[in-house]
Structure formats: structure tokens, C-alpha cells
């Protein structure tokens, strides 16, 4: 009876606003929800785990709210999608679907803090292929022992790619990320061995403690997807994940102390299985903690996880891309790296490491408990030839101008639209119809702000109030500017064509701005040729700033 109270009540209070709605209880049963349609003229709560049994379809209206009753372990709600079943939210901008807690009231978009754990998730599962033994497996987060709760193979070992679980559109996902148990979460959106028919594209988890998006083997594809403030990993992925991804954005607030912006993994049981975990992203926009905040890693690459990342920006986290290195000649991320699956091309970095440091853009570790027996000078050398290899491949520090970074709500000044030439430049080709064509780097465009409009963070008042087109700021390059022996142990030549007369100041700089040497040189008939000493420098990357005028350009070395 106490518990049925305290429901009643916490419902009173979340649909304060919403009194004319009738609404309607979605409870647990063996029988799922039946193929059913949620209509936007009621409010839905779920109580417990509720199933869209195999074979059923669950069609959600356009502006409808799902709310979910507060619980942990055993006692909390979460929709849970089973392999064979479908989800049709196809909600618009104009008429987002919202999942949230029975907690909140939608007329007061700031009665709730900014934490969640309030109920579970929404968790898809599909009969796509895993890399793991055996190829099914069940999906972590809600209590074991329900076969709706398996994915991937079917028990005969037959699966489908190309399986559909139906389409995400337009969906709010908040508060979310209650624990079934210490270290079993829940996350925003689960997504277990998801085909590439399914279709998920504007998607936001916003305030959720576990993960925003996890998906665990298939071939799901997500475009424009939003991970805002959450408690854990904002993209994490495993057990084989072969899909593509396009327009990613996740802010991290340092006050919720959260992990890194993407935990990569390949495989679990065993970490050789395939086919290995190779998806491929484009124009991702991740912005970590803050500058010069913490430890944190951008993205973890680790248990033979690989991937092809083009076109993004990274930016402000305590440490880059993280590589598990376990040997040149063993089955780990690295490996992957050098057999050509793991591949960051055409993206920009900025703000990555301590105000005083020289930052780790790109490093290779080895995992606890595994150094024994490697020879640390085979863990230097892959280090450089990581470095190496990434800086070869139009991987740029550089500052990408963004319009405005802020993580404080009702300020309106969060507008992460690059201005700067490094963003609007030098892109990786698109090649796969799946990928959209675009002409910058990062998420969003000069003229226009997805996520305005629909979004919980717009609600907020995080985005600007309005969006008018920008331009980019950029003076132009100077022509030809070559930076070289890159790597580098001292002695550097700086070369250049298509000069003036004038002085040419050429500076060396950290990333994060610091100005660590200056010179000023003259070209001769057009072209530069100067040597300048870093031999005094720590071992590091630095980026070669050479002006002239309103000519500027800037190159980055690795000083060893």
C-alpha cells in the first residue's frame, strides 16, 4: 500500500501540468505490451520492466510522453524492445517523444536537477551478429533468466545484419541509468546486436549516471545522436560493433565527473572473436570536462577494438586517444592500428591536456596487469609510430573557433559551431552513400544548430535563443608551409612559397596556446627557408605557427 502511495503521489506531482491527459499504466507481463500504438493525447507510465514481446510492434505517436515510476535493482522501469520485436518513434522536431521520470513535471523544464538515475532506459535488442562465444548473449542492466532478454544469434547460431528493430526519430531520452546491481546499469539507450535496416537518428540522452549510448555488437547506424552530461561513457561500444555513425556530439560537465567520452572495445568472451569491432564515424563533435580538467581520456581504444574516425573534433579533455598496446604480435587495439582497422584521419584536436603540459594526443598504454615481460623500448617505439602516423594523416591541433562553449543551463551559450579554417578544410572524402556530404568537420554546420529546437538541452536553455549563420574568421594560408624532419630531435627547417617581402614571424607553441619560441626571418624571392632549434624542448607536440601579414598557418611536430 506504502509503495502504491508514494507512486500516486510522485505521479501527481510529475503531470502537475498535464492534468487534462488521461494517463495510462504500461506494467510488466509475460505478455508484453501486445503491437499496440501510444496516441500524444496520453501520458504513459511504465512500471517495471515492460517488454514489446517477439513478433509484437509498439507504435509510438509524435509528442507523446512515456514516464517512467523511480526504482533500482529488481523495482525499476525501463521499455525493453526484444529481438524479433519493433519500436516505431518516429517522432518530428516540431513533436520529439520524450521518455523521462514520473518525477517530472514537462511544464517546468528545471524542477529536476541535472542528475539522473531516476528509472532505466530504453533498450533495443536485435538478431544482428556478435563477435563473442556463445553468439547470443543476454543484455546487461535488467535480471537475468527472461529469454526476451537475449540477442544476437538466434539458439540455432543463425543471425540477420541487416535485421530491422524498427525506427528511433526525434526521441528524448532523461534521468535515466538506474543500476540493477553495483557495476549492471542500465544505460540511456542500449542498443544488443541491432541490425542496419533499424533506423536511429536524433536521439538525446541527456543527465543519465550510466552510459548515453551502448551498444553491444550488430550493425545499428546512428546519425545525429546527443550525449549530454552523463554520469559515465558518452558512446560506448563492444562485441563487435560494425556500424557507422554521423553527427555525434557529447558534452561532459566537470561537476558530474564523468568518464570518457568514448569507451571503445572489441570483444569480450574471448577479445580475439570476430569480426572485429571496425565501425566507421564521421563528423563527431566531443567536448570532455573542460580545458586543462583532469585525467580523462577521449576515447579508450582497448580488448581489440578498432575503428575509422574521420572529420571530427575533439576537444577539451584531460588526455586524446588512448591505445592498448599489449605487444606488437598479440591481438589487442594496437594491433589493430597497425593492420590498418583502427584509423583517425582529417580531424582536429584542441584544448587535450593539462594548462601546463604538453598533452598525450595519441598514446599507447598498456592496461593494468599486462606490462609484465613487454620490453618498455617496444612500448616507446609503438608510442612514436602511433604519433607518427597520426600526425601524417591530416590530424590537426588546432583551435576549431567555436561560436561558443558553455555547460551552464539558462545562459544560452552553448553553440559548439566551428568558425576556424582547421574545421572548414582538409576533409576526408565520403565515400559511402550511408554518410552525408558535408563541408566541415564536427557536427554542425556554420549555418544551422540541430539539436535547436527539440532538444532537452535546448529546453534548458543551454542553446542560443536563436541560430543566425556564421562565417568563418580564418585568415589565409600561406602557401606550401612544410615543417621537417617531423618527428624531430632539434634542428627544424621551416618551409614556405608564394612570400612577400615583409618579415615572417614564425612560433612554436603548445597546444593549448603557450607560446614556447619565436623567431622572425625574410623570404628571398618568394620563398622561405629557415632552420630553427627545439632542441631545448620537451620531448612533446607543438604546433608551428609562420604570419605574414594576414597570411597564417600552422603545422604540428613531434618533438622526441
Same mark, same amino acid.
Given at each position: 500500500?506504502?509503495?502504491?502511495? #508514494? ?19 504500461? #506494467? ?5 505490451? /501486445? ?37 533500482t535493482g529488481a523495482n525499476a522501469s525501463a521499455l525493453i524492445i526484444s529481438r524479433g520485436a519493433r519500436i516505431i518513434a518516429n517522432g518530428t522536431k516540431a513533436a520529439p517523444i520524450t521518455f523521462t521520470s514520473v518525477l517530472d513535471d514537462l511544464t517546468d523544464p528545471f524542477d529536476l536537477d541535472e542528475k539522473g538515475g531516476l528509472w532505466g532506459g530504453v533498450i533495443v535488442l536485435g538478431n544482428s551478429q556478435l563477435n563473442t562465444v556463445p553468439g547470443e548473449k543476454a543484455i546487461e542492466g535488467i535480471p537475468a533468466g527472461d529469454p526476451r532478454n537475449n540477442y544476437g544469434a538466434n539458439p540455432d547460431g543463425t543471425f540477420n545484419d541487416q535485421d530491422s528493430s524498427g525506427v528511433i @526519430? ?9 543500476? *540493477? /546491481? ?34 553491444? &555488437? ?23 560493433? @560494425? ?21 571503445? %572495445? ?25 580545458? /586543462? ?11 581489440? &577494438?578498432? /575503428? ?20 606488437? #604480435? ?8 597497425? %593492420?590498418? %582497422? *583502427? ?53 590537426? *591541433?588546432? %583551435?576549431? =573557433?567555436?561560436?561558443?562553449?558553455? @555547460? $551552464? !543551463? ?17 576533409? $576526408? ?11 566541415? =568537420?564536427?557536427?554542425? $554546420?556554420?549555418?544551422?544548430?540541430? +539539436? ?24 589565409? !594560408? ?33 597546444? +593549448? ?8 626571418? !625574410?623570404?628571398?624571392?618568394?620563398? *622561405? ?32
Open positions: 500500500m506504502m509503495k502504491k502511495l #508514494t507512486l500516486a503521489l510522485c505521479l501527481a506531482a510529475g503531470t502537475a501540468g498535464l492534468m487534462a491527459q488521461p494517463v495510462k499504466v504500461l #506494467t510488466s507481463s509475460a505478455a508484453g505490451t /501486445g503491437t499496440i500504438t501510444l496516441d500524444k493525447d496520453t501520458v504513459y507510465r511504465l512500471d517495471g520492466f515492460v517488454y514489446v514481446n517477439p513478433g509484437q510492434t509498439l507504435t509510438i505517436e509524435p509528442g507523446t510522453v512515456i514516464k517512467a515510476d523511480t526504482g @526519430r526525434y526521441v528524448k531520452i532523461l534521468y535515466s541509468g538506474t543500476a *540493477l /546491481g553495483t557495476g549492471n546499469e542500465i544505460q540511456g539507450l542500449t542498443l544488443g546486436g541491432v541490425g542496419n535496416k533499424t533506423v536511429i537518428e536524433y536521439v538525446e540522452i541527456t543527465y543519465c549516471t550510466d552510459d548515453g549510448i551502448e551498444i553491444f &555488437g550488430g550493425t545499428v547506424n546512428i546519425k545525429y545522436a546527443i550525449a549530454a552530461f552523463v554520469d559515465d561513457d558518452s558512446y560506448d561500444y563492444d562485441q563487435g560493433w @560494425r556500424g557507422k555513425g554521423q553527427f555525434w556530439f557529447t558534452i561532459q560537465k566537470q561537476s558530474v565527473g564523468a568518464d570518457r567520452c568514448g569507451e571503445w %572495445d572489441g570483444a569480450d568472451t574471448p577479445e580475439t572473436g570476430q569480426p572485429y569491432a571496425i565501425p566507421t564515424i564521421y563528423n563527431a563533435t566531443f567536448l570532455g570536462l573542460g580545458a /586543462g580538467v583532469g585525467s580523462n581520456r577521449m576515447i579508450t581504444l582497448r580488448a581489440n &577494438g578498432g /575503428g575509422k574516425v574521420y572529420n571530427s573534433i575533439f576537444a577539451q579533455q584531460g588526455r586524446g586517444v588512448d591505445i592498448e598496446f599489449k605487444g606488437t #604480435t598479440t591481438e589487442n587495439s594496437y594491433k589493430r592500428f597497425q %593492420d590498418g %582497422d *583502427l584509423d583517425f584521419k582529417n580531424n582536429v584536436f584542441w584544448e587535450i591536456g593539462t594548462a601546463t603540459g604538453v598533452p598525450a594526443v595519441f598514446s599507447i598504454s598498456p592496461i593494468a596487469g599486462t606490462f609484465t615481460g613487454l620490453d618498455s623500448a617496444a612500448l616507446v617505439s609503438a608510442a612514436n609510430t602511433a604519433l607518427d602516423t597520426y600526425m601524417a594523416a591530416n590530424n590537426t *591541433l588546432a %583551435d576549431p =573557433k567555436f561560436a561558443s562553449i558553455s @555547460r $551552464a !543551463q539558462n545562459l544560452f551559450q552553448l553553440d559548439p559551431r566551428p568558425t576556424g579554417f582547421p574545421a572548414l578544410s582538409d576533409l $576526408a572524402a565520403y565515400t559511402d552513400p550511408w554518410f552525408t556530404p558535408v563541408t566541415f =568537420k564536427g557536427a554542425f $554546420a556554420l549555418d544551422s544548430l540541430w +539539436m535547436k529546437g527539440w532538444s532537452h538541452l535546448d529546453e534548458r536553455g543551454y542553446l542560443p535563443r536563436t541560430i543566425s549563420p556564421l562565417t568563418s574568421i580564418e585568415r589565409p !594560408q600561406i602557401a606550401a608551409l612544410n615543417v621537417y624532419p617531423n618527428p624531430s630531435n632539434g634542428l627544424v627547417t621551416v618551409s614556405a612559397s608564394e612570400l612577400s617581402i615583409e618579415p615572417v614571424q614564425i612560433t612554436v607553441l603548445t597546444p +593549448m596556446g603557450q607560446q614556447v619560441y619565436a623567431a622572425t626571418a !625574410q623570404a628571398a624571392g618568394g620563398q *622561405l627557408t629557415e632552420t630553427i632549434d627545439l632542441s631545448r624542448l620537451a620531448a612533446g607536440v607543438y604546433l608551428v605557427k609562420v604570419q605574414q601579414g594576414e597570411k597564417v598557418s600552422t603545422r604540428q611536430i613531434a618533438k622526441q
